[in-house]
Nanobody, 123 residues
Framework: VQLQACGGGFVQAGGSLRLSCTASGSTSSLYGMGWFRQAPGKDREFVACIDRDGSSTYYADSVKGRFTISRDNAKNTLYLQMNSLEVDDTASYSC?????????????????WGQGTQVTVSS
């Protein structure tokens, strides 16, 4: 499975961005998927995850109410809609897939990772 993330960029605080992550290869093995982020000098941080059919989601407290994770299985694509962006949201965002249906917050249960896409929020 290969994951390709895109959609990052520069935005002012309060603005919005939508990240996309397209899967290719043996996509039939994909179940839950998630987004993580890593800021310079900090550990990788869970952002959100979603189950296989998109009916269940889970968010980090820091993004709850501002970010929305979704997926289009017909397009093998995962999304992260980010609204009301804050300077502290600045990070490299990566998507990941898991054989668990709703993987949760630990990066240990994710099997495949995409490269990061940089999000920079200015004040």
């Amino acid at each position: 499975v290969q994951l390709q993330a895109c959609g990052g960029g520069f935005v002012q605080a309060g603005g919005s961005l939508r990240l996309s992550c397209t899967a290719s290869g043996s996509t039939s093995s994909l179940y839950g998927m998630g987004w993580f982020r890593q800021a310079p000098g900090k550990d990788r941080e869970f952002v959100a995850c979603i189950d296989r059919d998109g009916s269940s989601t889970y968010y980090a407290d820091s993004v709850k109410g501002r970010f929305t994770i979704s997926r289009d299985n017909a397009k093998n694509t995962l999304y992260l809609q980010m609204n009301s962006l804050e300077v502290d949201d600045t990070a490299s965002y990566s998507c990941a897939s898991s054989s668990w249906n709703l993987p949760g917050t630990s990066d240990r249960v994710y099997d495949y990772w995409g490269q990061g896409t940089q999000v920079t929020v200015s004040s």
